[in-house]
């Protein structure tokens, strides 16, 4: 069935420091990715978003670009601060699906220090 | 900003004892579901409800679990006998069509069974 792997965490960063969170789906056919962010405490919000092949979602200084050929959508930022400490998780639907349901990876955890 | 409401944010409740979980969407959505994540791991995906019937369920969502739109307002799950693994973080979330539109998320409930 359709799934996501992200890599492992946590993930720990100095202030500044640059952040690749890895993710990889197995789907059949095309589907919308997603990453959605969760703060201590709080709900899954949105981060970013692509709809189709070599489309970049960005948000916050946040990217990720939907790579086909190699069915990956890696978070990236070039420069991590402390507020960006949380859960980042990766997700995927299917474009034309109806009501068929967000699938999610595991999350990972990422923790920036000063 | 519209957002996705739930309440109560914490439940405590002995196990056996029936809970009910609600959450108000976002007012012009269509789509509905609950996802559960139990303490540190993923989010795991229960229920997707349009039209006023179940569109999909995971087999997490046996029959101790029912959701109902009793109004024009309210999304609730229903959990008849509370078991200790039923303890988790309850998210709700809607969206405003199908295809590949994002997931609006709620807060989230945190469910405690003792």
């Known amino acids: 069935g359709d799934s996501v792997t992200q890599m492992e965490g946590p993930v720990t960063l100095s202030e500044e420091a640059f952040l690749t969170i890895n993710c990889t789906y197995t789907?059949?056919?095309?589907?919308?990715l997603f990453w959605y962010v969760q703060y201590p405490g709080e709900g899954l919000q949105l981060l970013l978003k692509?709809?189709?092949?070599?489309d970049k979602g960005s948000n916050k200084g946040f990217e990720a670009t939907y790579r086909k050929e190699t069915t990956s959508f890696h978070l990236e930022k070039g420069s991590v601060q402390v507020s960006d400490s949380a859960v980042y998780f990766c997700a995927l639907i299917f474009r034309n699906s109806g009501n068929t349901p967000l699938v999610f990876g595991k999350g990972t955890r990422l923790s920036v220090i000063a | 900003e519209p957002e996705v409401t739930q309440t109560p944010s914490h439940q405590v409740t002995q196990m056996g004892q029936e809970v009910i979980l609600r959450c108000v969407p976002i007012?012009?959505?269509?789509?509905f579901y609950w996802y559960r994540q139990i303490l540190g791991q993923k989010v795991e995906f229960l229920v997707s409800?349009?039209?006023?019937?179940?569109?999909?369920k995971s087999e997490i969502f046996d029959d101790q679990f029912s959701v109902e739109r009793p109004d024009g307002s309210n999304f609730t799950l229903k959990i008849r006998s509370t078991k200790l693994e039923d303890s988790a973080m309850y998210f709700c979330?809607?969206?405003?069509?199908?295809?590949?539109?994002?997931?609006?998320f709620g807060q989230g409930t945190r469910l405690t069974v003792v």
């Open positions: 692509a709809t189709k092949a070599d």
């Open positions: 979330a809607s969206r405003r069509e199908g295809g590949d539109t994002e997931a609006f």
């Open positions: 409800f349009y039209n006023n019937e179940i569109s999909e």
């Open positions: 007012s012009n959505h269509l789509y």
């Open positions: 789907a059949t056919g095309y589907p919308s």
